[in-house]
């Protein structure tokens, strides 16, 4: 069991844009920043959004983080068959003094 | 640019200490920068953090793992290390060594390729 939660799946159509949500709690997301990682089966995780809502060089612009309270959402617009992976948010927790992560989900592009 | 590589055994009797190893190559390790990190995979579930550790040799653990775990640095060969104790099936995983930018917030912004470990009699 994750401390923070993401859904299993989501999909989308090329073109489209889809939101994948992370929810934690007043002691992680509520109080730290956010991260979000992209998996393609078999690699190893890349950064793809830190500090919330930053892109590190390299990230395409339609890759996108916000953050609200306790909750956060990667966005992906414009959607393209290659964005076909896992994707895993992450932050600090106070409360245990470590990192968390969500579950991550499995983005379909149908 | 900077790289990191996973190496140790692929196969650990149950009950045994896990080792692995990571070598940064292209920077050094001897910075206070970064947080040189562990991670690991179970199979088909999420990513769990096992700890970091300093240049200056502070290490921070998952608690769930602190009882068994080390992690330490060599400076002089630029590596870091991990050292589980008491391993059972449960710590079959894939391993991943990560480098966490103290200028990202801490994000884990270099990753090693992963190592497999299976904990198998």
């Known amino acids: 069991q994750s401390v923070l939660t993401q859904p299993p799946s989501a999909s989308g159509t090329p073109g489209q844009r889809v939101t994948i949500s992370c929810s934690g709690s007043n002691s992680n997301i509520g109080f730290n920043t956010v991260k979000w990682y992209q998996q393609f089966p078999g690699a190893a995780p890349k950064l793809l959004i830190h500090?919330?809502?930053q892109r590190p060089s390299g990230v395409p612009y339609r890759f996108s983080g916000s953050k609200s309270g306790t909750s956060a959402s990667l966005a992906i617009s414009g959607l393209q068959s290659e964005d076909e992976a896992d994707y895993h948010c992450a932050a600090w927790d106070e409360s245990l003094n470590g990192w968390v992560f969500g579950g991550g989900t499995k983005l379909t592009v149908l | 640019q900077v790289q990191l590589q996973e190496s140790g055994p692929g196969l650990v009797k149950p009950s045994q200490t896990l080792s692995l190893t990571c070598t940064v190559s292209g920077g050094s390790i001897n910075s206070g920068a970064y947080y040189w990190t562990w991670i690991r995979q179970h199979p088909g579930e999420g990513l769990e953090w096992i700890g970091y550790?300093?240049?200056?040799?502070?290490?921070y653990y998952n608690p769930s793992l602190k009882s068994r775990l080390s992690i330490s640095l060599d400076t002089s060969k630029n590596q870091f290390s991990l050292r589980l104790s008491s391993v059972t099936a449960a710590d079959t995983a894939v391993f991943y060594c990560?480098?966490?930018?103290?200028?990202?917030?801490?994000?884990?912004?270099?990753w090693g390729q992963g190592t497999t470990v299976t904990v198998s009699s």
């Open positions: 550790i300093y240049y200056s040799g502070t290490t």
């Open positions: 990560a480098r966490s930018n103290r200028a990202l917030r801490d994000a884990f912004d270099i």
């Open positions: 500090n919330n809502d």
